[in-house]
């Protein structure tokens, strides 16, 4: 679709143009399989000589027509859609790292993200280095190694609300010869757009403000096709060296920009198999066609809980980067001029016993593990999603005994407002 429309004009029509007499809607190929005429036509396909779909594990056109509309709202060459989007990160970060390799990911990352990176991975012989978004340029250089081969960290980070400075991060990795890996979920392409400021690859949990409504769970990968990987070829051999299991083809000189995308989907997707489904998929379209008016009224609600959060008795600090006067205001204005996310988290004086009996005298807004969705919804980060981590590394992560991470719907704000003055009455 033409760069030249607007983000609203691409969350309606990118990925689906219908011809003559065809569904105005993308369609649901709700298929394992496709039929072909020939055995030719076929082995063309298993040997990448030839674009189109054999199963539904490696590629579906309802799937594709929604990962392209993604790539055009992220400015990207090309997207490969997940069965969630812990499985999009895992996929970004394996399709270039292997045994014996190293990353270093930003410590204020999601906590799902965090173990995967810190504990799982490591299992796999992928080592890791944890560095705060706040590192300085020498503290980002130090944590590099020879083996070192990219940088993570999210726009936003869930749930400390830490903003990444883009720009810095990926002049960094630049000058090391890997790429910046970053997770857009909170921000979204419609307040964030990663590769206008140097970022390779971005991720995203679609489960959250793209499908909006808690109906589906699902990732993606989008790739910028900017990274070299040619220039670096001796630290990526996965993408730069024949891949015997497709008859020797070499991804950078077969498919060029496409090189990334194109491995994760023939390589990593036929092996490992987190494939979305066409139905959540189509569910995840539509969605994506009300995405910025909801992404609006989400950043509006939230600015002004946080607004009246601020200078309540009860509340010992408030993080909200649009917020002004919060210590990632600038970083926001640069990088989210139009609103940051939905999402705020705020530290109850009280502590852990205060933020449970918040979070228990709620009426309107539940408890629940998801975010980015229409109704409110809040959690105790300490005792939920960053269970597993010893205080120490709650600390490291952002992290204190009483802050509560609220996501901020679509109600009437004076509402919510409401709902979260009865409870903090009880906290």
Same mark, same amino acid.
């Given at each position: 679709m033409?760069?030249?429309?607007?983000?609203?004009?691409?969350?309606?029509?990118s990925?689906?143009?219908?011809?003559?007499?065809?569904?105005?809607?993308?369609?649901?190929?709700?298929?394992?399989?496709?039929?072909?005429?020939?055995a030719?036509?076929?082995?063309?396909?298993?040997?990448?000589?030839a674009?189109?779909y054999?199963?539904?594990?490696?590629?579906?056109?309802?799937?594709?027509?929604?990962?392209?509309?993604?790539?055009?709202?992220?400015?990207?060459?090309?997207a490969?859609?997940?069965?969630?989007?812990?499985?999009?990160n895992?996929?970004a970060?394996?399709?270039?790292?292997?045994?014996?390799?190293?990353?270093?990911?930003?410590?204020?990352?999601?906590?799902?993200t +965090?173990?995967?990176?810190?504990?799982?991975?490591? %299992?796999?012989?992928?080592?890791?280095?944890?560095?705060?978004?706040?590192?300085?340029?020498e503290?980002?250089?130090?944590?590099?190694?020879?083996?070192?081969?990219?940088?993570?960290?999210?726009?936003v980070?869930?749930?400390?609300?830490?903003?990444?400075?883009?720009?810095?991060?990926?002049?960094?990795?630049h000058?090391?010869?890997?790429p910046?890996?970053?997770?857009?979920?909170?921000a979204?392409?419609?307040?964030?757009?990663?590769?206008?400021?140097?970022?390779?690859?971005?991720?995203?949990?679609?489960?959250?403000?793209?499908?909006?409504?808690?109906?589906?769970?699902?990732?993606?990968?989008?790739?910028?096709g900017?990274?070299?990987?040619?220039a670096?070829?001796?630290?990526?051999?996965?993408?730069?060296?024949?891949?015997?299991?497709?008859?020797?083809?070499v991804?950078?000189?077969k498919?060029?920009?496409?090189?990334?995308?194109?491995?994760?989907?023939?390589? +990593?997707?036929?092996d490992?198999?987190?494939?979305?489904?066409?139905?959540?998929t189509?569910l995840?379209?539509?969605? +994506?066609?009300?995405?910025?008016?909801?992404?609006?009224?989400?950043?509006?609600?939230?600015?002004?809980?946080?607004?009246?959060l601020?200078?309540?008795?009860?509340?010992?600090?408030?993080?909200c980067?649009?917020?002004?006067?919060?210590?990632?205001?600038?970083?926001a204005? %640069?990088?989210?001029?139009?609103g940051?996310?939905?999402?705020?988290?705020?530290?109850?004086?009280g502590?852990?016993?205060s933020?449970?009996?918040?979070?228990?005298?709620?009426?309107?807004?539940?408890?629940?593990?998801?975010?980015?969705?229409? %109704?409110?919804?809040?959690?105790?980060?300490?005792?939920?999603?960053?269970?597993?981590?010893?205080?120490?590394?709650l600390?490291?992560?952002?992290?204190?005994?009483g802050?509560?991470?609220?996501s901020?719907?679509l109600?009437?704000?004076?509402?919510?407002?409401?709902?979260?003055?009865?409870?903090?009455?009880?906290?």
């Amino acid at each position: 679709m033409s760069n030249n429309y607007h983000a609203e004009t691409k969350c309606i029509h990118s990925g689906w143009e219908p011809k003559n007499g065809e569904s105005r809607q993308i369609p649901i190929y709700q298929s394992t399989t496709f039929k072909y005429d020939s055995a030719d036509e076929m082995g063309k396909l298993f040997d990448l000589e030839a674009n189109g779909y054999f199963y539904s594990r490696l590629q579906n056109p309802t799937n594709d027509a929604v990962a392209t509309r993604i790539a055009d709202l992220e400015g990207g060459v090309g997207a490969m859609l997940t069965s969630s989007g812990q499985a999009a990160n895992l996929f970004a970060i394996i399709n270039i790292c292997e045994a014996g390799d190293h990353l270093i990911c930003a410590s204020e990352i999601y906590g799902g993200t +965090l173990n995967l990176v810190g504990v799982t991975l490591k %299992k796999f012989g992928i080592e890791s280095t944890f560095i705060s978004v706040d590192s300085t340029d020498e503290e980002i250089h130090n944590a590099f190694r020879p083996n070192t081969k990219l940088i993570i960290g999210e726009s936003v980070s869930n749930p400390a609300l830490a903003v990444l400075d883009i720009e810095r991060f990926a002049n960094v990795a630049h000058s090391h010869g890997v790429p910046l890996i970053v997770d857009n979920t909170f921000a979204t392409p419609i307040n964030c757009q990663p590769f206008k400021w140097g970022a390779d690859i971005v991720t995203h949990s679609t489960t959250k403000y793209m499908d909006g409504h808690a109906a589906q769970v699902g990732g993606c990968i989008v790739d910028s096709g900017n990274f070299d990987w040619e220039a670096h070829a001796d630290k990526f051999p996965g993408l730069t060296t024949p891949d015997e299991s497709y008859h020797g083809i070499v991804y950078t000189q077969k498919f060029g920009k496409l090189a990334y995308i194109t491995k994760a989907t023939s390589q +990593l997707m036929r092996d490992l198999g987190s494939t979305p489904s066409p139905l959540s998929t189509f569910l995840l379209g539509m969605s +994506l066609e009300s995405l910025p008016l909801r992404v609006e009224r989400h950043c509006s609600n939230a600015l002004a809980i946080a607004t009246y959060l601020k200078n309540h008795e009860k509340i010992a600090s408030v993080n909200c980067p649009a917020l002004e006067g919060d210590k990632y205001y600038s970083l926001a204005k %640069k990088y989210m001029p139009n609103g940051v996310c939905g999402v705020i988290s705020a530290e109850l004086k009280g502590g852990r016993e205060s933020a449970v009996r918040f979070l228990d005298s709620l009426k309107l807004a539940s408890i629940a593990t998801h975010v980015a969705d229409a %109704k409110t919804c809040v959690l105790h980060p300490a005792s939920h999603t960053h269970r597993q981590l010893t205080d120490e590394q709650l600390v490291e992560a952002g992290i204190s005994t009483g802050l509560i991470r609220l996501s901020v719907g679509l109600e009437h704000v004076e509402d919510l407002i409401a709902d979260i003055e009865q409870a903090l009455k009880q906290a």
